[in-house]
């Protein structure tokens, strides 16, 4: 079996960034233990704080972050990082070439209740005179990034990564510490009977929304003419995982509930990230009217509208949105 070590060495030609990669499932690998001890490291409940979302943070979440930063600040390779749990960058060594870009635990709610959680990270180079601690530095489309992937913290930890060259994927082994290679090469089959929407928020969407979920209801006599099957796990993370997997679609599109935002997920350090691995592996990315990794970034911690997975089933969704 190949170690992601020799795998990267083989693979990637950016030694600096196989760098990064190495250090940052070090903070990764120890998250995985913290999540697998659960009650018993009293990692659980609430760390009865918000981060700059407004969103109640969980222990796991502080802690996850704090494990990613202390180790990104330990890499001279690392110039700067941006967190869901940060509210501004942070300057990590001057002479570094690379920003990355994370969410130290997509999914955290669902930490109590023992559901699949993960870790999305996203590199970006940075030029020499940039200044780290400007918000402005990290704001590059989706199409700069060199290299995206998530740690998935499930009833194996799986590392699944891309440096532009397709999309392959690693578990864990945990008796000896190490991530060897599972999947090469991976691809997403271009058609689905199976999508993953929050239902609840129907009212809500846009009524061309509205109409392609509808049609998505009626089955084999509606007009997309399949019957489908529904999923929802509420951790991106588990859901692109499972689109990698076996395909499928994942929309979690603007609604009206926050109407000056255009989605909940954030396009930094979770829409284009997944957006590289979905189209690595053969998959679309879109906000429903524009590929994702096009949307300008206008700041770190921007929503953004996703739907993403089969090829033929987002490009259906954005048909629904032309008209
Ligand atoms: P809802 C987790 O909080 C997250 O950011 C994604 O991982 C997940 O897909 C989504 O939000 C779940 O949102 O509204 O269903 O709780």
Request: negative net charge; contains cysteine; proline residues 5%.
């Amino acid at each position: 079996m190949l170690r992601l070590r020799n795998f990267l060495d083989q693979h990637c030609e950016n030694k600096g960034l196989i760098q990064v990669i190495d250090g940052l499932m070090v903070a990764c690998k120890d998250i995985a233990y913290k999540v697998q001890l659960g009650s018993l490291a009293g990692v659980l409940g609430s760390a009865e704080k918000e981060n700059v979302q407004g969103e109640n943070q969980k222990k796991l979440d502080v802690i996850a972050n704090d494990l990613i930063k202390s180790a990104l600040r330990g890499m001279p390779q690392v110039k700067g990082l941006a967190s869901e749990e940060e509210a501004d960058p942070v300057a990590c060594n001057p002479n570094g070439e690379f920003l990355v870009l994370f969410d130290p635990l997509d999914g955290s709610s669902n930490i109590d209740v023992n559901v699949t959680v993960g870790t999305i990270f996203s590199v970006l180079q940075s030029n020499p005179e940039d200044d780290a601690t400007h918000e402005a530095t990290y704001l590059q489309i989706g199409r700069e990034q060199i290299a995206a992937g998530y740690v998935l913290y499930g009833p194996s930890t799986l590392l699944v990564l891309s440096t532009g060259k397709g999309v392959y994927s690693f578990t864990l082994d945990p008796r000896v510490g190490e991530f060897y290679l599972q999947r090469e090469k991976i691809r997403i089959p271009t058609t689905t009977k199976e999508f993953a929407i929050n239902m609840s928020n129907q009212r809500f969407w846009l009524p061309q929304m509205q109409e392609y979920v509808g049609d998505l209801l009626r089955g084999e006599d509606g007009p997309l003419g399949k019957r489908y099957n529904m999923r929802w796990i509420a951790s991106m993370v588990a859901e692109i995982h499972r689109i990698l997997t076996r395909g499928g679609i994942f929309l979690y599109p603007y609604d009206s509930r926050e109407p000056n935002k255009p989605g909940k997920l954030r396009l930094m350090y979770e829409g284009n990230p997944m957006s590289m691995l979905i189209e690595q592996a053969g998959g679309k990315a879109s906000t429903a009217f524009e590929d994702i990794m096009t949307v300008e970034p206008t700041s770190i911690h921007q929503r953004v509208s996703v739907v993403m997975g089969s090829a033929d089933e987002v490009e259906s969704v954005v048909n629904y949105h032309r008209s």
